[in-house]
Structures are given as C-alpha cells and as structure tokens.
C-alpha cells in the first residue's frame, strides 16, 4: 500500500521524510501524497457562518487582500471548509508565493499535495468542548490550531523544545484560557505516540481531553480527493447568479400565466399574484444595479490607486548601470513618475545615447545638451527620457 511523505527544506533543498519510517527517500514512486512544508505557508482561520457558500469563494478572495501582504498577481491559495460541533463554520486559508507552489508542483510530478490541516476533518465535528487544539509533530517544531467558542481561532507555528514535558508546557501555556473544558488531539510520529500520551495526560487539568493520533494513522482517513489542495480541476462559481434566478422566475411566471388565463374564474388571483412577483422582482433588480454600481465605483478606485503607485527606483537604476561607462560620473538623477532626467560628466554622449536605444526599458530619451569641461577629456551632459515600466 502507498503511504505519505513530507518535504523539509534543508541548506536551501526540499528533502523527502516517509512518515512510517525514520529516514530520507529520495524517490516519489511508494507514496500516494506530499505534505509540503507548513514553514512555506501563511495560514490563516476566518468564520464565514454567515456567508452564503456560492459566495464563500469570492469572499475569501477579498479577505485575502487585508490578511496577507503579498502581491496579489504573486500570490496563490486554496482553502478548507470545517464545521465545529456548535455548528459553527470556519474556512483555513492555505498561502504562499506562487514560485513556492510552482516548485512544489516541479517536486511532486503529479502526486496530490497537503498540509497538516487536512487531517482534522474526521475530529473536528466530534469535538464537543468549548475549544478545540489540534497539535502536529515534527522534529523540529510543532504547528497549533485553535478553535474556540470565545476567543479568537488562531494558527501557528513554534519551535519545539527537546525534552517531549518541555514542549508540551510550550503548548499548555498558548491554550485557551478563557474556556471551561476543551479537546486537544495531537498528531505525532508512531514512535512518540504512547510518551506524549502519557505525558500530555498528566500534565494537563481536568477539564482537557486529551487524544493522540499517529499521523500515518491519520492520513490513511484521508479518502477523497477534495482533500488535497492545490488541484488544476477547481468548481467554477457562476457569474451574476442572482440574474440567473430572476430570468428563471419570469419563465416560470410565464407558464402559469398561460394556464391561468385557461379559466375565467382564476384570472383575478392570476392578476394579483403576478402583480406581485413583478414588484419583487423589481425590488431585486434595484438591488443587483445597486451592487453593480458599487462594484464599479471600487473597480475605479482600485485603478486610481494603482495609478499613484511610484516607480520602482532600485529597478530603475539597476537597469541604468550597465548603460552608463566606467567614466560617467551622475551629478544628479531626477524620477518623476514615469520620466528621468540625468546630469552627468563623461566621454562621447553620443555613444551613450546608442547604449540607451539598446535597452528596452528606456524611451524617448534625448540629449538636452553638451558642454565641454575645461582642462579636460570630458564633458558635462543633461539626458531626460522615459522609463516603460509594466
């Protein structure tokens, strides 16, 4: 039977660790599924109980943006859906840089990815305290997610201590301080499974249920492929779906107005009732171009603020210094939005202007003027000219 890996980076390389065996692979074949490492990965928890689902994907796209601080154009995520026993929903954001993912993707050649976070499923809805942690161990550092009723749900990552009591005080010390009885489920290696069982039980209070799980175990629960993360295949949402209901509702108003008009006696409720459905249907349409408008007013204020944003000036004089000769000394360099405007002293300005033509990344560029310095071989020149910029 196939099993389960994880990568590590080590000395700037992805290694492969079997999870039921204490050693390196160096081949993908035996294993079904990678689990990437949660040091490459920005994890965030935000509840969406009252979020319709057809529109939970949207809305996380837009948490996002106050949530991470990446680029968006280099930003990618995925994300899992859980209920608590409260009934409670929550979604947990899976980020990263998209060169990460690329070279996760390079790495695994097609074999489904995951991240400790995919294994609480199964636990989670059985979990019946105010809060619930669920702890995963590695080697080297341990990752917590909390749920609670009445703190805040929270994701991290810390160091582990050596000794399995110290590390265990490092997790007792982050639970929920505020909630009367709550689960802990730790995942772990087959090898610490019984000690940290044992240990875990007697250090904690009573109100903590404690339950330890090997994460092989866990991953062998593992059983659809919704799962995994980060799959090419993703369920596209429809667009203006609201339209959709509505040009469905006029249709059907349209069938039973051909049946009602079929008996007399029928008619005035047949009346009445369209009457009706026309005013909600113009309630809801006042509604969907109140919404349009909005969309469009934030549409123009993202592109006025994407017109403020300045010019990369390291870019732009990185892409200047291989133009510039050994002899050119800048006097002063002036960057105003898309335009330069460089002084400087050197030899033949001419041949500079050539050099200029060369690179791309500069238009427009003219030479202004040309004085000779006295006592020299050089000459004092002003050059403006336009920086393209995508």
Known sequence: MKSYAYLEKKGGKYTLFPFDENRTSDSLFNFKALM??????????????????????????????????????????????????????????????????????????????LLPFTLIKPFIAGCLGEAV?????????????????KERVDSFVIKRAAKPSLAINQVIKMLPGQANEFNWIIFCSEQEKELLKEKAARMVGKNISVEVFSI??????????????FKE?????????????????????????????KTIDREQRYLMD?????????????????????????????????????????????????????????????????????????????????RFKEKEVFTNVKLLQIVPLKNSDKELFKISGRVDVE
């Open 36 to 113: 990437m490492s949660r040091m490459d990965f920005d994890v965030k928890v935000t509840e969406i109980s009252s979020v319709p689902e057809r529109e939970i994907e949207g809305f996380l796209k837009y948490r996002i943006r106050s949530l991470y601080p990446g680029q968006p154009e280099d930003t990618v995520f995925d994300y899992s859906l859980f209920t608590t026993s409260k009934k409670k929903k929550f979604a947990i954001l899976f980020i990263c840089r998209k060169e990460v993912l690329d070279e996760y993707k390079k790495i695994s050649n097609g074999k489904h990815l």
């Open 133 to 149: 942690i669920f702890s995963f161990w590695y080697g080297s550092w341990i990752d917590i997610l909390v749920f609670s009723e």
């Open 216 to 229: 092989q175990d866990a991953l062998n629960r593992i059983n659809r492929k919704t799962d995994f993360l």
């Open 233 to 261: 295949e993703k369920k596209k949402r429809l667009i203006n779906q609201k339209l959709r209901i509505q040009l469905l509702c006029i249709i059907v108003l349209f069938i039973f107005a051909l049946l009602f008009k």
């Open 274 to 354: 369209l009457e009706s459905s026309i005013g909600s249907l113009a309630k809801h349409t006042t509604e969907v171009v109140s919404l349009q408008n909005e969309i469009e007013a934030m549409e123009e204020e993202l592109n006025s603020l994407k017109e403020k944003i300045p010019i990369d000036t390291y870019f732009v004089l990185s892409e200047l210094e291989p133009v510039l000769t050994k002899y050119t000394r800048i006097q002063s360099f002036v960057l105003e939005k898309n335009f330069f405007h460089l002084e400087a002293t050197g030899r033949n300005p001419l041949t500079l202007m050539e």
